[in-house]
């Protein structure tokens, strides 16, 4: 039986990553952009608030989709069918999507002269800290595939070697380990990190939602604490955005993030 709220919640996730996106042009602590306008506290303090969320509930939702798909493929039948899914869609945009928008990001920010068909060369040959916000080579949103695909390997083997140590069953999931199950996440910050994306990270929640979230006894107890779920996250994301955004002083064992340069520092100009 097909799991909606798992399609539900993904087509919800991607169309917000539209807006929250765009957003980024205002951000108020200097990470570089496509293109930069005035910052703005209040566009901010969105992304800020959605951004704890966004990524980890992707991977997440590809580990409890990775569940099922295994009830119908085997693990050399699933590698083959990330590759074809992932990694074309990875070239195809690596190759025609991202050097337009670095084009665009290295006329806004540096008034690049050159035309988009010599900014090719300059795409494939100038790397620096793979934000694309100079003209130089990134991958840009395409990192989430990337990303996946690496995982999607990482987990097959773990989940094959699993397999043969320990065959899974349908076991009742404790309720304290659906509570508990974030805590060690931030323990991954950090691990295996490009650009402040922790691979280990993202290859934890994937599992998560394999082994945990999968689990109809796990979500049958979610469903019966959503409401405590729901207001501690909405609570938790707005404590994190006034830390972030609005507050004038230092929270050290609350809020490590040192004030941002502006823009302009940020970017040596």
Same mark, same amino acid.
């Given at each position: 039986?097909? $799991?909606?709220?798992?399609?539900?919640?993904?087509?919800?996730?991607?169309? +917000?990553? @539209?807006?929250?996106?765009? !957003?980024?042009?205002?951000?108020?602590?200097? &990470?570089?952009?496509?293109?930069?306008? &005035?910052?703005?506290?209040?566009?901010?303090?969105?992304? @800020?608030?959605?951004?704890?969320?966004?990524?980890? /509930? +992707?991977? %997440? #939702?590809?580990?409890?989709?990775?569940?099922?798909?295994?009830?119908?493929?085997?693990?050399?039948?699933?590698?083959?069918?990330?590759?074809? $899914? +992932? %990694? #074309?869609?990875? !070239? /195809?945009?690596?190759?025609?999507?991202?050097?337009?928008?670095?084009?665009?990001?290295?006329?806004?920010?540096? *008034?690049?002269?050159?035309?988009?068909?010599?900014?090719?060369?300059? /795409?494939?040959?100038?790397?620096?800290?793979?934000?694309? !916000?100079?003209?130089?080579?990134? =991958?840009?949103?395409?990192?989430?595939?990337?990303? %996946?695909?690496? #995982?999607?390997?990482? !987990?097959?083997?773990?989940?094959?070697?699993?397999?043969?140590?320990?065959?899974?069953?349908?076991?009742?999931?404790?309720? @304290?380990? @659906?509570?508990?199950?974030?805590?060690?996440?931030?323990?991954?910050?950090?691990?295996?990190?490009?650009?402040?994306?922790?691979?280990?990270?993202?290859?934890? =929640?994937?599992?998560?939602?394999?082994?945990? /979230?999968?689990? &109809?006894?796990?979500?049958?107890?979610?469903? $019966?604490? $959503?409401?405590?779920?729901?207001?501690?996250?909405?609570?938790?994301? *707005?404590?994190?955005?006034? %830390?972030?955004?609005?507050?004038?002083?230092?929270?050290? +064992?609350?809020?490590?993030? &040192?004030?941002?340069?502006?823009?302009?520092?940020?970017?040596?100009?």
């Amino acid at each position: 039986m097909r $799991k909606y709220y798992v399609d539900n919640l993904r087509w919800i996730i991607i169309l +917000l990553l @539209v807006p929250y996106h765009a !957003a980024m042009a205002w951000n108020v602590w200097g &990470e570089p952009n496509y293109i930069y306008f &005035e910052g703005n506290k209040i566009i901010s303090s969105i992304v @800020v608030f959605f951004s704890p969320y966004f990524m980890p /509930f +992707l991977f %997440l #939702i590809a580990g409890i989709s990775t569940r099922f798909a295994l009830q119908k493929r085997t693990i050399g039948q699933y590698v083959l069918e990330r590759t074809k $899914k +992932l %990694l #074309i869609p990875f !070239a /195809f945009g690596i190759m025609l999507m991202m050097p337009p928008m670095t084009y665009i990001a290295s006329k806004f920010n540096y *008034g690049y002269q050159g035309n988009l068909f010599h900014h090719y060369a300059v /795409f494939f040959t100038h790397v620096t800290d793979f934000t694309g !916000a100079d003209g130089g080579f990134s =991958v840009g949103q395409f990192w989430f595939i990337l990303y %996946l695909f690496v #995982i999607s390997l990482i !987990a097959a083997g773990i989940i094959l070697l699993q397999r043969k140590i320990m065959p899974s069953k349908n076991t009742d999931i404790p309720l @304290v380990l @659906v509570f508990l199950w974030g805590l060690p996440i931030p323990l991954f910050n950090g691990v295996l990190s490009i650009g402040g994306k922790s691979l280990a990270e993202y290859a934890y =929640v994937f599992l998560a939602g394999y082994y945990i /979230f999968s689990n &109809e006894d796990a979500i049958s107890k979610i469903e $019966k604490w $959503k409401w405590i779920f729901l207001c501690t996250g909405i609570t938790a994301a *707005g404590f994190n955005v006034y %830390l972030f955004i609005w507050s004038d002083t230092q929270h050290t +064992l609350l809020n490590i993030t &040192e004030r941002p340069l502006s823009p302009q520092q940020s970017w040596g100009e």
